[in-house]
């Protein structure tokens, strides 16, 4: 998680800031929704790469690859500068 804090402490923006016991995917994924129907910008603080993407040990879809899927899916576009901006 310290790929994000490095936005912790930007003017305007949001990290879900839980603790690790109060933390779930269904947490995170609604939180995820609540910022696409603002709709709110994303920053991509993690590098899109395969060890990111893709949990090796358990054969699945990482959580940051299931965010960047469901943003994606909400009409949000990559931008130059690492954001995901809903393309109207």
Known sequence: MGDIAVTKNWPGHQILDLPP?????????SWIQGGIDRPAP????????H???WDSFENRATVYSDEL???RQSG??????????HGE
């Open 69 to 71: 899927k469901q943003i």
């Open 42 to 49: 994303f920053y991509k603080a993690t590098p899109e790469i």
């Open 76 to 85: 949000f576009k990559d931008t130059y500068d690492n954001y995901l901006l």
């Open 51 to 53: 060890r990111f993407l």
């Open 21 to 29: 016991e109060e933390w779930t995917p269904p947490v995170n994924k």
